[in-house]
């Protein structure tokens, strides 16, 4: 005969055992697992093959690599509620070929502080915080930058010969040391510089029309060149650039190019050094920038942009206002040729047509956090939005515990009174 | 608006560089005749030795008197041809064994570390704005035998990337070219035209 306290260990003992074959018997379904970048490599084909997971939530500290997020988007695309968090700081990369000569690579990183900059052949340079570019004459394979724990990496588009620029406007030395600066910078310049009525210098190709596949840019170097040259507004249209030094941007058959206005040349103060990069020379034109028009300010004298920028359709075009650039080359000093040469050649690159590159890829490497957010959405913080994980395994573990206590003490009880 | 140009004359220590003061004045009254580029009509004079020279990147130099430049006068002369401005030398002798010619070219060699080579009579300084099929117009100094009795058929040149840098002339175009530009109504053909030519090349090459 068993007392009341063997009785209820033995029930109890019963019912742990009876609850534990139910939890097996039940199927499992509306699973949850939660993972971190570390055991990634073990979870996920677990993940993969167990059809009882429904949801999965990753915790980072750090970007998982490109096959282990690929493997996440998988799991989402099969049906897997996949959600993640982490506090990892954005980073990525883009480069692209300078339109020019140079075939210079432009990279532009933006990352949450200092980045290793990397090719092919090791490491680079160091930026520091920030956003931040750099121009690189030549690289080898894919450009990549790092930080402690992540890193983005892009391919460069390869370099591509490069198209003529057209340059017009009354013969003069501005004309003169800018087609001199342009061609020292590796640029093929056709020009057209007006001496008489009826009587023009020209030099390279005559007659061509201009357009994308002859040449990547315009020069305009004054209000007489706007009106004489035509066709200048279907060029950038279709994507070239166009530079409207001086006056230039007051021809009306440029006005739609222009969101900005020239005002009074202004000359610089007796005193003023040729090579005071103030002026670049001693006179400008200031430019009144519009309200519209997407005009930018690249340059900023006193109340007025002294070079502007904007886009129009497929082109680029950029006012120039200095007027006199061929003093700061002439009278500047020792490096003032090298510095007109390279100030030129970086206002004409900016323009200058750049045809999409043929096979070119966006990679997801290049921006792996906002790769993560296009395949697996925005983190979302918590670990689960239908609450807690269901505890099957340590509930089924408990069960067999409290069985096998309730029955062994069962079992001392009656050995303690001398039942058998 | 472009830059007004401005003529120049060099003005260097040894020597006579002012001995064709009308050059100036009459070459000015020819861009203002046959072209509409902005000039002033004020020339000036500028010291080879101050870098103000470098205000001017076409320099008109002559004399009849041995030339020997200075230290600085040679410093300047490389610095406006390496920022890619150009000198127009004339032998104001018309004379290949005088004393101007001799000091001359060997003071542009040495200043500049090229020798004077002949400029070919096709070459497009010829062509600017008024043709020259020939080559360099003779003067009448040439013609009436005066100085080395020759004619020139060549003017002479040193080159940087294709474009002239130096152009030197054993002509003698400071005498033909130095009179009152009022003078010109008397002559069937302007004779200064060929100094627009070389003004012009100067601003566009």
Request: charged residues 20%; glycine residues 10%.
């Amino acid at each position: 005969m068993r007392s009341r306290a063997e009785l209820l260990l033995r029930l109890i003992g019963i019912a742990a055992i009876l609850a534990w074959v139910a939890l097996a018997l039940v199927p499992r379904g509306g699973g949850h697992a939660v993972g971190a970048v570390a055991s990634l490599g073990s979870d996920l084909p677990r993940w993969t093959r167990d059809p009882g997971v429904r949801t999965v939530h990753v915790q980072l500290d750090t970007l998982p690599d490109a096959a282990t997020a690929s493997w996440l988007a998988a799991l989402r695309r099969a049906g897997v509620a996949v959600t993640w968090e982490g506090d990892v700081a954005p980073l990525a990369v883009e480069t692209w070929r300078a339109a020019g000569p140079s075939g210079e690579v432009v990279v532009l990183a933006t990352a949450g502080g200092d980045v290793v900059l990397r090719d092919a052949l090791g490491a680079l340079d160091t930026l520091r915080g920030g956003e931040t570019s750099v121009r690189l004459a030549s690289v080898e394979g894919d450009i990549a930058i790092t930080t402690a724990t992540q890193s983005a990496r892009t391919g460069t588009a390869p370099a591509r010969a490069s198209k003529a620029v057209y340059v017009a406007g009354a013969a003069g030395w501005e004309g003169k040391f800018l087609v001199a600066a342009l061609e020292e910078a590796g640029w093929r310049v056709d020009a057209r510089l007006f001496v008489a009525p009826g009587k023009d210098v020209v030099q390279g190709r005559t007659g061509v029309a201009l357009d994308t596949a002859g040449y990547s840019a315009v020069i305009l170097l004054d209000s007489a060149a706007a009106e004489a040259v035509r066709g200048v507004e279907g060029f950038v249209r279709s994507g070239g650039g166009a530079v409207l030094a001086g006056t230039a941007s007051r021809g009306r058959r440029v006005a739609p190019l222009v969101a900005w206005r020239a005002g009074a040349r202004v000359v610089a103060p007796l005193g003023t050094m040729g090579g005071d990069t103030a002026w670049r020379g001693l006179s400008r034109v200031p430019l009144t920038l519009s309200s519209a028009g997407g005009a930018l300010p690249l340059e900023v004298r006193g109340s007025a942009a002294a070079v502007a920028a904007r886009r129009h359709h497929a082109g680029r075009v950029a006012a120039v206002g200095y007027d006199e650039t061929w003093r700061w080359r002439m009278t500047g000093g020792p490096s003032s040729v090298a510095e007109h040469r390279a100030w030129w050649a970086g206002i004409v690159s900016s323009v200058a047509a750049r045809p999409a590159a043929i096979g070119e890829e966006t990679r997801t490497g290049a921006a792996p956090v906002a790769a993560l957010h296009e395949i697996l959405g925005p983190p979302t913080g918590t670990a689960f939005s239908g609450g807690a994980p269901f505890p099957r395994d340590a509930l089924a573990n408990l069960l067999g515990l409290l069985a096998l206590a309730a029955l062994l003490g069962e079992w001392l009880l009656r050995r303690t009174r001398g039942a058998r | 608006m472009v830059t007004e140009f401005v003529f120049a004359t060099a003005q260097y220590e040894s020597g006579d560089w002012d001995s064709a003061p009308l050059v100036g004045p009459n070459l000015i009254d020819s861009l203002i005749r046959y072209t509409s580029l902005r000039v002033s009509t004020s020339p000036v004079t500028v010291p080879l030795s101050s870098s103000d020279c470098l205000r001017y990147p076409l320099l008109y130099m002559t004399g009849h008197l041995p030339v020997r430049f200075t230290q600085a006068e040679r410093a300047n002369l490389r610095e406006l041809v390496k920022r890619g401005g150009m000198l127009f030398c004339d032998d104001h002798n018309h004379d290949i064994d005088g004393v101007f010619h001799r000091t001359a070219t060997e003071e542009l060699r040495r200043s500049l570390g090229a020798p004077l080579v002949n400029l070919p009579n096709n070459h497009e300084l010829y062509r600017t704005v008024f043709p020259f099929p020939d080559g360099p117009p003779t003067t009448s100094h040439e013609l009436n035998g005066w100085g080395d009795n020759l004619v020139h058929e060549h003017l002479q040149a040193i080159t940087v990337n294709g474009r002239i840098a130096v152009l030197y002339s054993n002509k003698d175009y400071s005498s033909e070219w130095s009179y009152h530009p009022q003078s010109k109504q008397f002559m069937s053909t302007d004779n200064t035209r060929f100094g627009v030519n070389i003004i012009v090349y100067a601003l566009t090459r």
